[in-house]
């Protein structure tokens, strides 16, 4: 499938492209494969692959000699201090700090100034990711007072290439879009304390339950071949006994689950790929998370803000802590026509609205519609 950038390119209309995160997947994915260039953050260097060029451009192997994660050795934030010593424990400590986007952020100028973003009569594309904020969420979840200083720093830094961007461009010249991938569920122990719902279930308890379930219908054997976040795989080759089906053994054990306490909705294999489902927005929402080849053989979606043991919080629920997300148009009058909508939209509108705008083919895989309302 193509990206914006792809078909930016592919248009003849478009300049550059670059793409810059702390992510590797949340550099390449929006710039796309006909980028010139997409760097992520690694071991306190920025590295890229040679899909797009065999060495780094001198510009970025210059930017790594200043060595400016090291700057960051003994630092500190509201709780926790940076390793004393410049190296890997640094640079993984710094992933869920500012330090991180600033190194980002920092990447970013030195891409639109040394590739002279902006300058030219083509348009030009730079996809840029602050991805700390997501290694802070897990461990910590949205409301501490680290999350609080992460979110008023990302602001900062937003607004820092907002001005460069215009500064170089001019201003009226440049268009933002700002999203993000995902939401997050509150912490349970956080919930439970405002007397909200929430808790955390044991996912090896919920295996066992439905393996007993399954050898008391077919045997013995062991009947799961691998779990995810929300799924799991089924060994239907443990049942010996040709004349069961897979989609019994999968009722087998999806009865098994529901029987359990906080356990929402079960979906099987069979019943995802015939569609066999109500069709509330729940339901739509894990039929287009589902995947023939990787997805599980069971989908299992506990109560809200029911999570796996340990600590920490995570995404990948189809419920509105993790489906909501900000969604900003952002440019002069004449880019985009001013206006807040209550209405629904989605992240893949992103892709088809930017095509309109810019003149050039929709991606391939572009599955979103056109926000008619924002269009000058």
Known sequence: MTTIGD????????????????????AILPAGRSADGAFWLDNGRFVSSSWYFPALPAWATAFNAQNRADSFAGAELTGRTMPATPGPDLYRAMDSTPFADQLV??????????EALGTGNSTDLLAVSFSAMDYLGHDSGPDTEQ?????????????????AAERQAGRGKVLLVFTADHGVAPVPEENVARQLPGGRYNGEDERKVVNQAMVAAYGAGEYFLASGDIGYYLNYSAVHNSAVTREQIETTAAEA???LPHIARVYTRTVLEQGLVAGDSIDQRVIN??????SGDLVVLHDPNWLGEGSGTTHGSPYSYDTHVPLIFWGARGLVTPGVY??????????PTLA????????????GRVLQELLP
């Not at 999350?147 to 900062?156: G, N």
């Not at 998370?289 to 990787?294: A, C, L």
């Not at 209550?342 to 992103?350: E, H, K, L, N, P």
């Open 289 to 294: 998370g589902f995947n023939r080849q990787e």
């Open 7 to 26: 078909e930016l390119k592919a248009s003849g209309k478009g300049g550059k492209v670059y793409g810059v995160s702390l992510k590797d997947r949340s």
């Open 147 to 163: 999350m609080h200083e992460m979110v008023l720093s990302v602001d900062a830094k937003i607004g820092t290439l907002l001005a």
């Open 356 to 367: 309109s705008l810019l003149g050039v083919a929709q991606p391939s895989g572009a599955t």
């Open 257 to 259: 689950l529901r029987r």
């Open 342 to 351: 209550s209405r629904y939209v989605g992240i893949g509108d992103i892709a």
């Open 105 to 114: 952020l920092d990447f970013a100028l030195e891409i639109l100034k040394s």
